[in-house]
């Protein structure tokens, strides 16, 4: 029985930067964003923007097209968690209108819970092929101001419903996984920023490709040339290239660049989405100029700290006419430019509190994130 991905969609936030004008206020020459680290602009969130809001805009446009009565799971992968305790898809759950016959539970281990989300859920339908599960990978990236990791900011939330007899991409059995405890990249339970060590993260991400591929060797016997086209995490394009150079200077062979460009159109538009990064890779790839039917594709998901899987699907005949999220590039375009002072100001004003509080009123997303009554988040349709 073939398991997989069945339908996808996409949400970002309100706001962009543009990376020129982080540049141009900061003094810094845009070819090192540009180039160096392969962003070109990144979505920032509007105060009543969030995580659930994201992600219930991304799941009500794939629900619009499926039965969702069939659903039985519904897996939240984050590491934007809003509440210590509560799942962030419960929320989403009631703003849908899910049936209460679902079993809902969050997901975390940094970008690589996604994965552990998908695998999951395959691993539902497999033992009741009945079932559809909504997996729902949704992050906002938000690094200290002036930073390392501050152009590489960004937000967004992929759903995807995982059903058997997949109309896009059969998952397959048997993937490499890679575990390394490492201090990379953390956030602490009292900080709203991550604390980063830029260079070893770079050092741990290409081990754990190397490790990851090895163990997906060593388990199925795979050659680098059954692989037709790589997505790998993306918390800037740039890293993707380096670990797609580092695996072919493993393997000894040639792996050109066009084996991943098409995988970071949206990415470097997005900026690191965490856990939904990887998604937006495969939405970019399938949506690109090849036809890709009957093609293998190896994904790399890589979650600091450190997880990360390599797993492989393959695209399924008649995909195309399957493929919805078509509203990606026009949702990009359509966010609102701040200029880099607006910016700041909006992320220097960041509330992690749950004290009373009203947020601005400013997205025309289908959902918003209100403000704070009595501890309690308050969710509304627009
Ligand atoms: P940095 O200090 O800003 O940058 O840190 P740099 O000085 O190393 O320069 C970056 C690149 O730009 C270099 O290229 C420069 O040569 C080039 P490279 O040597 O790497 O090929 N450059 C230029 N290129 C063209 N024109 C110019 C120019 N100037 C310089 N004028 C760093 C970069 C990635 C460390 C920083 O952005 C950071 O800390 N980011 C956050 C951490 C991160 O994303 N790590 C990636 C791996 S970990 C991961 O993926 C997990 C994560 O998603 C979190 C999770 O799992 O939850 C982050």
């Given at each position: 029985?073939?398991?997989?991905?069945?339908?996808?969609?996409?949400a970002?936030?309100?706001?962009?930067?543009?990376?020129?004008?982080?540049?141009?206020?900061?003094?810094?020459d845009?070819?090192?964003?540009?180039?160096?680290?392969?962003?070109?602009?990144?979505?920032?969130?509007?105060?009543?923007?969030?995580?659930?809001?994201?992600a219930?805009?991304?799941?009500?446009?794939?629900?619009?097209?499926?039965?969702a009565?069939?659903?039985?799971m519904?897996?939240?992968?984050?590491?934007?968690?809003?509440?210590?305790?509560?799942?962030?898809?419960?929320?989403?759950?009631?703003l849908?209108?899910?049936?209460?016959?679902?079993?809902?539970?969050?997901?975390?281990?940094?970008?690589?819970?996604?994965?552990?989300?998908?695998?999951?859920a395959?691993?539902?339908?497999?033992?009741?092929?009945?079932?559809?599960?909504?997996?729902?990978?949704?992050?906002?990236?938000?690094?200290?101001?002036?930073?390392?990791?501050?152009?590489?900011?960004?937000?967004?939330?992929?759903?995807?419903?995982?059903?058997?007899?997949?109309?896009?991409?059969?998952i397959?059995?048997?993937s490499?996984?890679?575990?390394?405890?490492?201090?990379?990249?953390?956030?602490?339970?009292?900080?709203?920023?991550?604390?980063?060590?830029?260079?070893?993260?770079?050092?741990?991400?290409?081990?754990?490709?190397?490790?990851?591929?090895?163990?997906?060797?060593?388990?199925?016997?795979?050659?680098?040339?059954?692989?037709?086209?790589?997505?790998?995490?993306?918390?800037?394009?740039?890293?993707?290239?380096?670990?797609?150079?580092?695996?072919?200077?493993?393997?000894?062979?040639?792996?050109?660049?066009?084996?991943?460009?098409?995988?970071?159109?949206?990415?470097?538009?997005?900026?690191?989405?965490?856990?939904?990064?990887?998604?937006?890779?495969?939405?970019?790839?399938?949506?690109?100029?090849?036809?890709?039917?009957?093609?293998?594709?190896?994904?790399?998901?890589?979650?600091?700290?450190?997880?990360?899987?390599?797993?492989?699907?393959?695209?399924?005949?008649?995909?195309?006419?399957?493929?919805?999220?078509?509203?990606?590039?026009?949702?990009?375009?359509?966010?609102?430019?701040?200029?880099?002072?607006?910016?700041?100001?909006?992320?220097?004003?960041?509330?992690?509190?749950?004290?009373?509080?009203?947020?601005?009123?400013?997205?025309?997303?289908?959902?918003?994130?209100?403000?704070?009554?009595?501890?309690?988040?308050q969710?509304?349709?627009?």
């Amino acid at each position: 029985m073939k398991i997989g991905i069945h339908d996808l969609d996409v949400a970002t936030t309100h706001f962009v930067l543009k990376l020129d004008s982080m540049a141009e206020a900061l003094g810094v020459d845009p070819g090192k964003y540009h180039m160096g680290l392969g962003q070109d602009e990144f979505s920032v969130p509007a105060p009543d923007e969030d995580v659930v809001t994201m992600a219930a805009e991304a799941a009500t446009r794939l629900l619009s097209r499926n039965d969702a009565s069939k659903i039985r799971m519904v897996l939240f992968a984050t590491e934007t968690g809003i509440d210590q305790s509560k799942a962030a898809g419960v929320f989403v759950h009631g703003l849908l209108g899910l049936p209460n016959a679902v079993r809902t539970v969050e997901f975390k281990q940094a970008c690589y819970s996604g994965t552990a989300a998908l695998q999951t859920a395959v691993n539902h339908v497999a033992r009741y092929p009945e079932d559809q599960v909504l997996v729902i990978a949704s992050d906002i990236a938000r690094y200290a101001v002036d930073s390392g990791g501050e152009p590489t900011q960004g937000a967004g939330a992929v759903a995807m419903l995982i059903a058997a007899d997949p109309s896009i991409l059969e998952i397959e059995p048997d993937s490499g996984v890679y575990t390394a405890d490492v201090n990379d990249f953390w956030r602490p339970n009292d900080s709203s920023t991550p604390f980063v060590e830029g260079k070893l993260s770079l050092d741990a991400y290409m081990d754990a490709t190397l490790g990851a591929w090895d163990d997906l060797v060593a388990r199925r016997g795979i050659e680098i040339s059954d692989i037709h086209r790589f997505l790998h995490h993306q918390p800037f394009t740039k890293m993707a290239r380096k670990a797609h150079a580092k695996l072919a200077e493993h393997l000894g062979v040639e792996l050109g660049a066009d084996l991943i460009e098409e995988s970071m159109t949206y990415n470097r538009r997005v900026g690191n989405s965490y856990t939904a990064s990887l998604y937006f890779g495969l939405v970019a790839q399938l949506q690109g100029n090849d036809d890709l039917a009957g093609k293998r594709l190896g994904l790399f998901s890589y979650g600091s700290g450190s997880v990360s899987e390599f797993f492989t699907g393959i695209v399924q005949p008649g995909y195309a006419e399957h493929l919805h999220a078509d509203n990606v590039a026009e949702s990009l375009d359509s966010r609102v430019e701040l200029s880099f002072e607006e910016y700041r100001e909006r992320h220097n004003a960041y509330v992690g509190s749950s004290d009373n509080n009203e947020t601005e009123k400013v997205t025309d997303a289908p959902f918003r994130f209100s403000g704070v009554i009595d501890h309690v988040r308050q969710y509304e349709a627009n």
